[in-house]
């Protein structure tokens, strides 16, 4: 079992549409990272969390420490948005979670 | 904002030879450094961690003679896979911390095939 599970493994959405991707983990960590892969294969860090909620732009993160719990959301969702996120822990070592594939249709 | 150069973003090489890839911070001071790999479909692994004027942490499993990193200076870390099989194909990327608002700043990525 990965320290660090995400669901959905795939997501399909219309274009428009709210978008939630979870990501649980069992370790310890000192922050929880938000990523964005594109299809070629450049990473973006989105959100680095400790605590609380985060936004920016169309953007959402939020943390819940005690029940070791994250999400992302995507608010009126765009075909650009199509990549993997991939949520990770960092604490006394890296943590990567195997990521969420996001397709947004037209 | 913050920005690190990769190259190269893709190299095909032969079975037996060596590869550097390398990773520049612009307009920044990088002491730190990390290494990931990526197979198909997989999420990243990190390798090992780049420290300026030191030696590098690699992480359990990662062979230290195979993936050389150098980072002699606060500006360049590289990566050369020696003697590359095809096992070694791979996408390799590297990421400075704690660089502005997102905690990380990543590579754009290097494509590595090894025919």
Partial sequence: KNEVEQSPQNLTAQEGEFITINCSYSV???????????????????????S????????????????????LHITASHPRDSAVYICAGTGNQFYFGTGTSLTVIP | GAVVSQHPSRVICKSGTSVKIECR???FQAT????YRQ?????????????????????????????LINHASLTLSTLTVTSAHPEDSSFYICSVPGVGHYGYTFGSGTRLTVV
Wanted: no cysteine; proline share 3%; hydrophobic share 35%.
């Fill in chain 2, 39 to 67: 197979f198909p479909k997989q999420s990243l692994m990190l390798m090992a961690t780049s420290n300026e004027g030191s030696k590098a942490t690699y992480e359990q499993g990662v062979e230290k003679d195979k993936f």
């Fill in chain 2, 32 to 35: 730190t450094m990390f290494w």
């Fill in chain 1, 28 to 50: 310890g960590i000192s922050a929880l990272h938000w990523l964005q892969q594109h299809p070629g294969g450049g990473i973006v860090s989105l959100f680095m969390l400790s």
């Fill in chain 2, 25 to 27: 911070s612009l307009d």
């Fill in chain 1, 52 to 71: 609380g909620k985060k936004k920016h732009g169309r953007l959402i993160a939020t943390i819940n420490i005690q029940e070791k719990h994250s999400s």
